[in-house]
């Protein structure tokens, strides 16, 4: 990376890891989110780190990214890649790198090979492009990167900031949309999806792939 890069953080969010990186380095970052308030908590996080000056945030759709090519010298892709999927995330989205630039994305992945049945099954509906993370770094270099590395998120990084609080709030959702037969359809998906983590959380994870852009010369 250069002294300062250029860093494209996309679907942010509310930001937790768009602070993180503005700490962590100095980086001048566009967080973009289709959701304003999401942007608008980031924007109050970041003023409360003292980083809000390095931090530009805009609301756009992450399959039709605004930006011309080669703008960013990494781009980070926190929990979100899977809403276009990765294999399409990573095809788009180099265009928008520097030569020699990188990427950073999370994918969720199978981390053991004797999956138990009702987990296959739950994520097969949910998440059918579910893979193993040597899938993941082929797909990686099928997309014109050289994979530098990947690692798994720990099982707090599910629970401290997700699930722990989703969880603690079930409760009042099932009171208050105790008459909505799609609300409580999607409380009862999200109560079943903490109890696959729970169960089966060392059959499965979030792996962050980090790639260099391949520089063609032909």
């Known amino acids: 990376m250069p002294a300062r890069p250029a860093v494209l953080d996309v679907g942010c969010g509310p930001g937790m890891q768009t602070v993180a990186l503005a700490k962590a380095c100095d980086c001048f970052i566009t967080a973009v989110d289709a959701n304003q308030e999401y942007l608008d908590e980031l924007h109050g996080r970041a003023k409360a780190a003292g980083v809000a ?103 707090a990084a599910w629970w401290e900031h997700y699930y722990g609080p989703l969880e603690a709030k079930l409760p009042t959702l099932l009171e208050k949309y105790a008459g909505d037969d799609e609300a409580l359809q999607i409380i009862a998906t999200t109560k079943r999806e903490i109890e696959m983590r729970r169960r089966f959380g060392d059959w499965y994870g979030y792996e962050f792939f980090v790639g260099q852009l391949i520089t063609r010369t032909n």
């Not at 009702?118 to 893979?131: D, H, I, K, S, V």
């Not at 797909?139 to 798994?152: A, D, K, Q, S």
Request: charged fraction near 25%.
């Open 53 to 155: 000056e390095r931090i530009e945030t805009l609301a756009a759709d992450m399959s039709a990214l605004p930006f011309g090519p080669e703008s960013f010298d990494l781009i980070w892709a926190e929990g979100a890649a899977y809403v276009m999927g990765f294999e399409t995330a990573l095809a788009d989205w180099r265009r928008f790198l520097k030569p020699g630039g990188c990427i950073a994305v999370s994918e969720l992945v199978w981390l053991r090979p004797d999956r138990p049945a009702e987990a296959a099954e739950f994520f097969g509906g949910e998440y059918p492009p579910m893979a193993d993370i040597e899938a993941n770094l082929e797909t990686v270099r099928r997309c014109g990167y050289e994979p530098l590395g990947h690692f798994t998120l720990p099982h």
